[in-house]
Each structure stands twice: as structure tokens, then as C-alpha cells.
């Protein structure tokens, strides 16, 4: 079955500086893939998703990169900002119901 | 975005009783939602999908007389916990999808769920 990778599992990156998290998966059906925040004690936030038939996605600060023949894709935050720490997950799409399958996370600490 | 309510936000019961989630779509409707636990430090994991109106499909290792998922309408899912034991406190998360062409998952706040 489907299974996604996520790295790092901890990220810590200076205030204003750029943040880079990255995620394989193994099935090639998989065709869409969103990037949720989790905020301790709360639920997943979507923040941005890309499917297969698009390479690249931006939306303010964050951008998303797919790169379908490696089965990769990547979250990119810049200029990050205090209330930029929280959990962030990966996920893949697979099947009717479009199950999404979940990378471990990776908790990303803004230093001030 | 799509809204996802979930009721209540936190429980706190006797080992033996049996308590209901509530989780509802505000402004969409959805004919899928997913019910998730999440341990601390740790990724969600799936425990069913419900489609409305039909059987929910649990995934394997969850019990289905013990976690019981009902979906009457396209806005409102419900788990019930029967018979709850501690080793069952965790942190219980549901999802809505919305219709096509979007396919987007939408998380609720969470319950948090403590068995005495």
C-alpha cells in the first residue's frame, strides 16, 4: 500500500529565515497532496495542497513542489514568523474515497 | 474555508460508560467524513471512513462494535465509544470531504477523550 516519508521530524530555523520540509510516497496513483498545520491541542489546518497535473503552488508565504517521476513533494515557508511553530503533515490521496495517508510530522520551531 | 465542527471538546468519564462524538459540516456537505485518534507526538491515525447513509469501513485493528460510527445526513457523523477504558483516552479527530471537484479534507478542533 501507499506510504509517505517525512523529513525532518524537527525543524528549528531562525525568525525571517526560510523552512523546508519534505516528503516521499510509494504509490504512483496517489494524486493529490495536501500539507496540514496542527497547532497543539487543536485539529489539522489545511494550508495548501497541489495535485499531480500541477508542479508548483504558491499561496503567500508557502509554497508547495511536486516532482512526480522522484514521488516527492515539499513545503516551503519563507520569511517565517513566531506563529509559524506548530506540527506539519504531509499526506497523500489514494482510493475512491481519497483516504489520505499521513506522513510522521515535523514540529518547527521559530527562534526569535 | 469549509467548517467542521466537533462536540464536545473535551470528556472525561468512568471506565464503563459509553460516550458520543459529535461531528458536523457547517457549510458544506459531505458525503465522507474520516474519524481519526492521535496519540501524543504522533501522526493520525485512520480508524474508519463513513459514507452517508451506508455501513462505515474501519480499518483493520479497530473494533467496530466498540467504536461505533453512525452518518445520517451529509452534515453530521457521530462516534460512539462503548464500554470505555482507559487505555481508550486519546484525542479523537474527524474529517469532512467535500464534494468534487475539490476532494479537500477538513479537520474538526478534536475531542479529547479521558477515561477514568
Known amino acids: 500500500g501507499e506510504n509517505v516519508e517525512q523529513h525532518p521530524s524537527t525543524l528549528s530555523v531562525q525568525e525571517g529565515d526560510s523552512a523546508v520540509i519534505k516528503c516521499t510516497y510509494s504509490d504512483s496513483a496517489s494524486n493529490y497532496f495536501p500539507w496540514y498545520k496542527q497547532e497543539l491541542g487543536k485539529g489539522p489546518q489545511l494550508i495548501i495542497d497541489?495535485?499531480?497535473n500541477v508542479g508548483e503552488k504558491k499561496d503567500q508565504r508557502i509554497a508547495v513542489t511536486l516532482n512526480k517521476t522522484a514521488k516527492h513533494f515539499s513545503l516551503h515557508i519563507t520569511e517565517t514568523q513566531p506563529e509559524d511553530s506548530a506540527v506539519y503533515f504531509c499526506a497523500a490521496s489514494i482510493g475512491s474515497n481519497y483516504q489520505l495517508i499521513w506522513g510522521a510530522g515535523t514540529k518547527l520551531i521559530i527562534k526569535p | 474555508g469549509a467548517v467542521v465542527s466537533q462536540h464536545p471538546s473535551w470528556v472525561i468519564c468512568k471506565s464503563g460508560t459509553s460516550v458520543k462524538i459529535e461531528c458536523r459540516s457547517l457549510?458544506?456537505?459531505?458525503?465522507?467524513m474520516f474519524w481519526y485518534r492521535q496519540f501524543p507526538k504522533q501522526s493520525l491515525m485512520l480508524m474508519a471512513t463513513s459514507n452517508e447513509g451506508s455501513k462505515a469501513t474501519y480499518e483493520q485493528g479497530v473494533e467496530k462494535d466498540k467504536f461505533l460510527i453512525n452518518h445520517a445526513s451529509l452534515t453530521l457523523s457521530t462516534l460512539t465509544v462503548t464500554s470505555a477504558h482507559p487505555e481508550d483516552s486519546s484525542f479523537y479527530i474527524c474529517?469532512?470531504?467535500?464534494?468534487?471537484?475539490?476532494?479537500?479534507?477538513?479537520f474538526g478542533p478534536g475531542t479529547r477523550l479521558t477515561v477514568l
Open positions: 497541489i495535485r499531480s
Open positions: 474529517s469532512a470531504r467535500t464534494l468534487r471537484p475539490d476532494n479537500e479534507q477538513f
Open positions: 457549510d458544506f456537505q459531505a458525503t465522507t
